[in-house]
């Protein structure tokens, strides 16, 4: 008969055993059901996202506000003033031009001023590019302030060192009293000269979610069949 001597002999396994591994299974399938469903809603966020940010890109421009937020980047605005090219600022950048600067120029409106992202120039640019004198009408896209720095470095005003475009920061720093909150990427409009070069923003959402929610749903079935295996009959257990 069948024993657990010296000599071998099967261990009858716990009769727990399956129990404890089917309310294991069971909370992964719920887990694993739960973060696919997730993934599924993040894709109509960031379907919907796209959808919304392509009709602004499509958009005519419309007058730049005083004010703006995140539910208003990439939209397309225009506005007219002045620009104080003497308190420019130089943010560094890599482009599909190459390595260079953001040429970041406080443009001085009727109701108020606002930075303007004017393009990107090369190193031996930086002393030798356009800069209008009197009155410019800007067009381009809102984009959200920059706090902080870029990857693993941080803005040094003192230095003059700008790693991202951080309105606040640039404002104080070139003592340009009150801004919009927000600063303005310029089109493609050529200048003179060929710099800045304008037009520049890239517009691109990664979209895996589908991807991501498979691979949870994979990962529940697999779980489920592990608890056919589990509890199949004649198995020892």
Known sequence: ??????????????????????????????????LGVWQLHRRLWKLDLIATVNARLDAPPVAAPPTASSADVYRRVTVRGTFRNDRETFVQAVTERGPGYWVMTPLVGPRFTILVNRGYVPAEKRADHDRPSGPVTVTGLVRVS?????????????????????????????????VAPYFIDADATPNPGGYPVGGLTVVSFRNSHLSYALTWFGLAILTVVGLVIVWRPGRER
């Open 146 to 178: 920059e706090p902080g720095g870029g990857f693993l470095r941080s803005n040094d005003p003192a230095a003059d060192r700008w790693y991202s475009r951080d309105v606040a920061a640039i404002a104080t720093a070139k003592e340009l009293g009150p």
């Open 1 to 34: 008969m069948a024993g657990t001597g010296i000599g071998g002999g099967r261990r009858d396994r716990s009769p727990l055993m399956p129990v404890i591994l089917t309310a294991i299974g069971l909370a992964l399938i719920a887990g694993f059901i739960s």
